[in-house]
């Protein structure tokens, strides 16, 4: 199994609404991410998890609020998002810490979040 | 500071051979990764170069220079499917610890 599995795939969501996005990976890596991608834009890092301990944030919203329950899941919870969140938001993992070993990051599909 | 330059657009004819061009600025260098993104999916890894030389994988292939901060990657042979995004990506931060992309490269290839 060497993929980075994402749900939902699409998400509508209003203002004021409360969802979650999931990333799961039974790769056994040790680190994880949340990057954000707006058309015709290279990703953004949000967000990253090092064996399952939150080591960067980029400066991101509270709004924007990640988990990660086990050494397989991470979550991205969201709340009193805006318009201008609208993006692909893509998870990633990669065998271990970049700056521990420059393994590569291996990417979810995405899940395609709309705000109205 | 962290600067990573990639050409917007490339076109390319079918069958040929195409340069994409990465040049980067950091105050030191963890490695160069390069990452193909077709539209409206995950990017996929490449190739990643830590010494100065070129790598091959197939049609393929990845080359650095440190002295120069620069890398290319040539795509031979080229097919339709090969249209995409190519994205120079590089560890950055006080530990080389967030990977950073540069704004890529959209290549078309035409029949």
């Known amino acids: 199994d060497t993929e980075v599995t994402q749900t939902p795939k699409h998400l509508v969501m209003g203002m004021t609404n409360k969802k979650s996005l999931k990333c799961e990976q039974h790769?056994?890596?040790?680190?994880m991410y949340w990057y954000k991608q707006k058309a015709k834009k290279p990703p953004e890092l949000m967000f990253v998890?090092?064996?399952?301990?939150?080591?960067i944030n980029e400066s991101v919203p509270s709004r924007f609020s990640p988990e990660c329950p086990n050494s397989s899941l991470l979550n991205l919870h969201l709340h009193a998002l805006q318009p201008e969140d609208s993006a692909l938001y893509l998870c990633?993992?990669?065998?271990?810490?970049?700056?521990?070993?420059?393994?590569?990051?291996?990417f979810g599909n995405g899940t395609r979040l709309t705000v109205t | 500071g962290q600067n990573i330059d990639q050409p917007t657009e490339m076109t390319a004819t079918e069958g040929a051979i195409v340069q994409i061009n990465c040049t980067y600025q950091?105050?030191?260098?963890?490695?160069l990764f390069w990452y193909q993104q077709h539209a409206g999916e995950a990017p996929t890894f490449l190739s990643y170069?830590?010494?100065?030389g070129l790598e091959e994988k197939g049609r393929f292939s990845s080359f650095l220079s440190r002295s120069k901060g620069y890398s290319y990657l040539l795509l031979k042979e080229l097919q339709m499917k090969d249209s995409a995004s190519y994205l120079c990506?590089?560890?950055f931060g006080s530990g080389y610890n967030k990977l950073i992309f540069g704004a890529g490269t959209r290549l078309a290839v035409h029949p």
């Open positions: 170069n830590v010494l100065d």
């Open positions: 790769m056994g890596h040790r680190a």
């Open positions: 998890y090092s064996y399952e301990k939150l080591s």
């Open positions: 950091t105050s030191g260098f963890n490695g």
């Open positions: 990633a993992s990669s065998q271990a810490p970049l700056g521990d070993w420059n393994s590569p990051l291996h």
């Open positions: 990506a590089a560890p």
